[in-house]
């Protein structure tokens, strides 16, 4: 049992670094990753107090863009202090809070003004992101549920969705590797692309220095995973795993992955 892609409340996870770490002990997990979007302050917190007989891997979820695609580049076992990846976390600060300022501006044109103040009381500190949002528009009435806050407002192709502030994927993935770690391109079926522009992202993405796929991300569909085995196969990509855990509920996966079915030799798991 292993996770190599879970959120703690430093992104927009419910649960402290530290509760993860218990929780992940609690179930058995050898091997976590605490994988939050854009910053490692979470895993820097609790890298020097990790309980016993669970291992932390350094991570991160970076977002970066293809072309015009948002996408998610996983980060695993890299030196936390490089200096590459310190600029490039400093960014994405930057550009998160950004667009965070071009999300409000445009929720106060519909109606909803103080979003920016509301969204970051909500963070609390955490690296700010459209769930923050939706949480601050659903205290305050806008909407009912954080899923109708996705649907209406910030959702794909909505006035809250602002995709053309990241660094590319060249870039992204190339400053996991001067750190020193291993890029995993995550939940790769997330992203609705035909099987043609699938194939042409996981060759972009091992030209630039790419060495996973994640064939299970949460709980996937029937046959997500072989066809994503077979991705990797086709671009001799290693395979990674995790829950994608954010927090408890009906719909998300509980922490943890068995990777007992997968051919030895096959996952980044053995090489992180
Ligand atoms: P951001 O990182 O600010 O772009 O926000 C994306 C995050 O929002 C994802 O990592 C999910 O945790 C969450 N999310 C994305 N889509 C939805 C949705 N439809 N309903 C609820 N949460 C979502
Ligand atoms: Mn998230
Ligand atoms: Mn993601
Ligand atoms: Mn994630």
Redesign the pocket.
């Known amino acids: 049992m292993i996770d190599f892609h879970t959120?703690s409340n430093a992104?927009?996870g419910a649960l402290s670094p530290s509760e993860l770490l218990n929780r992940a002990a609690e179930a058995g997990i050898k091997a976590v990753a605490l994988t939050d979007?854009?910053t490692i302050a979470g895993f820097a917190s609790v890298s020097e107090s990790v309980p016993l007989g669970v291992r932390l891997v350094s991570g991160v979820?970076l977002?970066c863009q293809w072309g015009k695609v948002?996408i998610?580049i996983v980060g695993l076992g890299f030196d936390a202090t490089s200096g590459g990846l310190v600029a490039h976390l400093n960014g994405l600060d930057s550009a998160?809070l950004q667009?965070a300022e071009m999300i409000a501006h445009r929720l106060d044109q519909k109606g909803m003004p103080g979003a920016l103040a509301g969204a970051m009381a909500v963070a609390a500190g955490a690296q700010?992101?459209?769930?923050?949002?939706?949480r601050w528009m659903v205290m305050n009435n806008h909407v009912k549920t954080?899923?109708e806050?996705?649907?209406r407002f910030?959702?794909k192709g909505k006035v809250g969705d602002i995709s053309t502030v990241w660094p590319d994927l060249q870039q992204t993935v190339g400053t996991i590797v001067e750190a020193g770690g291993l890029a995993v391109l995550a939940h790769p079926l997330k992203y609705r692309l035909t099987a043609t522009r699938l194939n042409a992202l996981c060759a972009a993405f091992v030209t630039a220095g790419g060495a996973a796929i994640e064939v299970i991300n949460g709980r996937p569909g029937p046959g997500e995973t072989d066809r994503l085995m077979s991705l990797a196969g086709a671009h001799q990509l290693l395979l990674s795993v995790g829950s994608?855990f954010?927090r408890e509920g009906e719909y998300s996966a509980g922490l943890g992955v068995d990777t007992a079915r997968f051919p030895s030799g096959s996952g980044i798991w053995e090489r992180v």
């Open positions: 959120h992104s927009d979007h854009d979820e977002s948002g998610h998160r667009r700010i992101g459209r769930p923050h949002f939706a954080e899923a806050a996705f649907k910030l959702g994608d954010h």
